[in-house]
């Protein structure tokens, strides 16, 4: 699910109108087998000037490797964004996204709400949609330099990623734009993509959807030949009862950031989950005294 289609504003500061994107990802349960990789991907991975920051994941005692909170924050900062931050530092990244991208002008509130991120030690990632590759590379940098300009955030989420390989020389541009101002790039492919997109984007989004959904998915053995820092799945419509089961199978699939919630509907990164502290006792049990 496109994390734009989803909400179209989350200042909640004017009625909006949810535009809900029919869904162009695979169904989890789905996902074709990894082919060889193309001509294409093998020049792109082999030349492109973009390098992926170290993500290497710190080794946990029980499981590894350490599991981390990605939170997408589809909410306004408030109380709901400081409740996320008391999280910290089992909480390593937020999302903002002002108005689907940073909006027209800087936003006193997120000015505040990166500042408090920042001091909890969380890295805030700033949202800008690309259309599945159809929206302007012009377009979308001006959305990384408004990030830059108005709230110092250089870490971009790169939303509505398309996942082939005819998309690769895009990507890749607008990965070696962001690390050209020091900052990483997450690509939300909501499914698994071609491996050439693990050349230069520093965390993947490789599942988004429900725990139904998340129960059957598949992952191609080459997610293994990467970090678990590399990868990153969101989950929601998932039951008090199943969250524990949601994260060990992300365990499991070598995926350390990760985001589970109980939370539904058009906007279902809205809020979060009903057993939050739960969650994060959850992750940081299962950590052990490495992380």
């Known amino acids: 699910m496109s994390l734009r289609a989803a909400l179209l504003r989350t200042g909640f500061h004017t009625p909006v109108i949810v535009l809900v994107v029919g869904l162009l990802q695979l169904s989890p349960g789905h996902l074709p087998h990894r082919p060889a990789l ?16 170290d993500l290497a994941a710190t080794t946990g005692t029980t499981t590894g490797f350490c599991q981390s909170v990605a939170d997408p924050a589809y909410y306004y900062p408030g109380s709901t964004w400081d409740s996320a931050l008391s999280g910290a530092p ?3 990244y937020m999302v903002m996204n ?29 949202y800008a949609p690309t259309t599945w590759g159809h929206r302007s590379s012009a377009d979308v ?4 330099d408004k990030y830059g300009q108005w ?24 990965a070696d734009y962001v690390h050209g101002r020091s900052g990483m790039t997450a690509l939300n492919f909501g499914t698994v993509p071609v491996e050439g997109y693990l050349g230069f984007t520093d965390l993947a989004v490789t599942f988004e959807g429900s ?50 919630t109980d939370d539904r509907g058009a906007n279902p990164w809205d809020t979060l989950p009903t057993y939050w502290s739960r969650e994060l006792l959850d992750i940081r049990s299962n950590n052990g005294a490495g992380c």
């Open 38 to 53: 193309s001509s294409l991907e093998l020049q792109i991975t082999s030349t492109t000037s973009s390098r992926p920051i």
């Open 151 to 174: 709230y110092g955030v250089t870490s971009i989420f790169l939303d509505e990623a398309a996942t082939g390989a005819d998309q690769l020389p895009y990507y890749s541009a607008l």
């Open 98 to 126: 002002p108005a689907s991208g940073p909006g027209t002008a800087p936003d006193p509130s997120y000015v505040s709400a990166v500042a408090s991120a920042r001091k909890a030690g969380v890295e805030v990632l700033g």
């Open 141 to 144: 940098q001006a959305d990384i």
């Open 90 to 92: 089992t909480l390593r």
């Open 211 to 260: 725990y139904a959904d998340y129960r059957t998915a598949a992952f191609p053995s080459w997610t293994r030949n990467y970090p678990p820092t590399r990868f990153w799945h969101l989950v929601y419509e998932t039951p008090r009862t199943a969250m524990s089961s949601a994260l060990k199978k992300a365990r499991q699939a070598s995926v350390a950031n990760v985001f589970v």
